[in-house]
C-alpha cells in the first residue's frame, strides 16, 4: 500500500484530540483536587469536635476526678445497667433475629420494619412510648401497680430504656449472621438430625458468632451511651438513674472539668467498640476469602 501524506484535516483531528485529551486530564485532576479537598474539610468536620474534647482536659486531672463520688457512681451505674441490658438483649435478639432469618410468613416485612424503629426513633419521643406503657397510668400501668411496683423513677426504668434503643443492633446483627450461612449446610442437616434445635446450637449459631459478638459490643455501647429515652422515661436520679451521659448533662456547667472526664471515658468506648467491630468483620471477610 503507498504512503498516504496526511492531510489538514487529519493533522487538526489529531490536534483536536490531543487538545481533548490534555483537557480530559486537567479535568479529571481539579474534580480529584475538589474531592480530596471536600474528604478533608468532611473528616475535620467529625474528627476536630472529639479532638477538642481531649484537648481541653488537663491530663493532671484524672487522679483526681476519679475520686469524685459522681463520677464513681455514674461509671458504676452505667456499667451494671449497660450489662444487664445487653443479657437481656441477647435473650430477646438472638432468638428473633434468627426466627426472622429462617422462616417465612405473612407479615414478616411490617414486623422487620418495627424492629428497626427504634434505631430511627428519636429519642424522646422513644422515652414518652416508654412513660405511656410502664408509667402508673400507662398501658401496663395498673398491672404493676396490683403488684406494687412503680417503673419509672427506677433503676429498672434505665434498663428498660437501654433494652429498648439497643437491642435492635443485635437483631440486625444476628439476622445477618444467620441470613449468610450456607442454605445447603443448613438443608442437609436438617436431612440427617431432623431436630432444628440441635442445629441450631450445633451449625446455625457458631457459624454466626462474629456477627452476633459485633452486635453484643454495639448493643451494650449503644446502652451506655442512652441519654434521651433515659431522661425522659427514668429520670436524672443521682445513684440511681443518672447514667454517664447524664451526668455529662448534668456536670456541664457544675462541673465542666468532670464532664470532660466522663465524655472522654464515652468516646474512648466508642472508640473501642468500632475497633473491635471492624476486626471482627476483617476476620468474618478473611475467612469467606479462604
Same mark, same amino acid.
Given at each position: 500500500?503507498?504512503?498516504?501524506?496526511?492531510?489538514?484535516?487529519?493533522?487538526?483531528?489529531?490536534?483536536?484530540?490531543?487538545?481533548?485529551?490534555?483537557?480530559?486530564?486537567?479535568?479529571?485532576?481539579?474534580?480529584?483536587?475538589?474531592?480530596?479537598?471536600?474528604?478533608?474539610?468532611?473528616?475535620?468536620?467529625?474528627?476536630?469536635?472529639?479532638?477538642?474534647?481531649?484537648?481541653?482536659?488537663?491530663?493532671?486531672?484524672?487522679?483526681?476526678?476519679?475520686?469524685?463520688?459522681?463520677?464513681?457512681?455514674?461509671?458504676?451505674?452505667?456499667?451494671?445497667?449497660?450489662?444487664?441490658?445487653?443479657?437481656?438483649?441477647?435473650?430477646?435478639?438472638?432468638? #428473633?433475629? =434468627?426466627?426472622? !432469618?429462617?422462616?417465612?410468613?405473612?407479615?414478616?416485612?411490617? $414486623?422487620?420494619?418495627?424492629?428497626? /424503629? %427504634? &434505631?430511627?426513633?428519636?429519642?424522646?419521643?422513644?422515652?414518652?412510648?416508654?412513660?405511656?406503657?410502664?408509667?402508673?397510668?400507662?398501658?401496663?400501668?395498673?398491672?404493676?401497680?396490683?403488684?406494687g411496683i412503680t417503673i419509672?423513677g427506677y433503676?429498672?426504668?434505665?434498663?428498660?430504656?437501654?433494652?429498648?434503643?439497643?437491642?435492635?443492633?443485635?437483631?440486625?446483627?444476628?439476622?445477618?449472621?444467620?441470613?449468610?450461612?450456607?442454605? #445447603?449446610? =443448613?438443608?442437609? !442437616?436438617?436431612?440427617?438430625?431432623?431436630?432444628?434445635?440441635? $442445629?441450631?446450637?450445633?451449625?446455625? /449459631? %457458631? &457459624?454466626?458468632?462474629?456477627?452476633?459478638?459485633?452486635?453484643?459490643?454495639?448493643?451494650?455501647?449503644?446502652?451506655?451511651?442512652?441519654?434521651?429515652?433515659?431522661?425522659?422515661?427514668?429520670?436524672?436520679?443521682?445513684?440511681?438513674?443518672?447514667?454517664?451521659?447524664?451526668?455529662?448533662?448534668?456536670?456541664?456547667?457544675?462541673?465542666?472539668?468532670?464532664?470532660?472526664?466522663?465524655?472522654?471515658?464515652?468516646?474512648?468506648?466508642?472508640?473501642?467498640?468500632?475497633?473491635?467491630?471492624?476486626?471482627?468483620?476483617?476476620?468474618?471477610?478473611?475467612?469467606?476469602?479462604?
Amino acid at each position: 500500500m503507498a504512503y498516504q501524506l496526511p492531510t489538514i484535516t487529519n493533522i487538526k483531528q489529531e490536534n483536536n484530540n490531543k487538545r481533548a485529551l490534555r483537557f480530559s486530564q486537567l479535568a479529571d485532576r481539579a474534580a480529584l483536587i475538589f474531592l480530596i479537598a471536600i474528604v478533608i474539610v468532611y473528616v475535620f468536620f467529625l474528627t476536630l469536635p472529639i479532638i477538642s474534647v481531649f484537648l481541653k482536659f488537663d491530663v493532671a486531672q484524672i487522679g483526681l476526678q476519679l475520686q469524685n463520688p459522681g463520677i464513681i457512681k455514674a461509671i458504676e451505674l452505667s456499667l451494671y445497667t449497660s450489662l444487664i441490658a445487653t443479657c437481656l438483649s441477647i435473650i430477646l435478639a438472638i432468638p #428473633t433475629g =434468627y426466627f426472622l !432469618a429462617t422462616r417465612k410468613f405473612y407479615g414478616k416485612p411490617a $414486623i422487620d420494619t418495627l424492629m428497626d /424503629l %427504634p &434505631l430511627v426513633l428519636p429519642p424522646a419521643v422513644a422515652g414518652i412510648a416508654l412513660l405511656y406503657t410502664f408509667a402508673p397510668k400507662g398501658i401496663l400501668g395498673p398491672l404493676f401497680n396490683g403488684l406494687g411496683i412503680t417503673i419509672p423513677g427506677y433503676t429498672v426504668a434505665v434498663i428498660i430504656a437501654q433494652t429498648f434503643v439497643a437491642s435492635p443492633f443485635l437483631i440486625r446483627a444476628s439476622k445477618i449472621g444467620f441470613e449468610k450461612q450456607d442454605k #445447603t449446610l =443448613y438443608n442437609s !442437616a436438617i436431612i440427617l438430625t431432623g431436630s432444628r434445635l440441635r $442445629i441450631f446450637f450445633t451449625i446455625s /449459631l %457458631p &457459624l454466626a458468632t462474629r456477627a452476633i459478638i459485633s452486635g453484643i459490643v454495639m448493643t451494650w455501647a449503644r446502652a451506655m451511651g442512652e441519654f434521651g429515652a433515659t431522661l425522659m422515661f427514668a429520670g436524672n436520679l443521682p445513684g440511681i438513674t443518672q447514667t454517664i451521659p447524664l451526668a455529662i448533662y448534668n456536670m456541664l456547667y457544675s462541673d465542666p472539668t468532670a464532664g470532660l472526664m466522663l465524655s472522654i471515658i464515652l468516646i474512648s468506648t466508642a472508640f473501642a467498640v468500632i475497633v473491635i467491630v471492624k476486626l471482627l468483620e476483617h476476620k468474618r471477610y478473611e475467612e469467606r476469602k479462604c
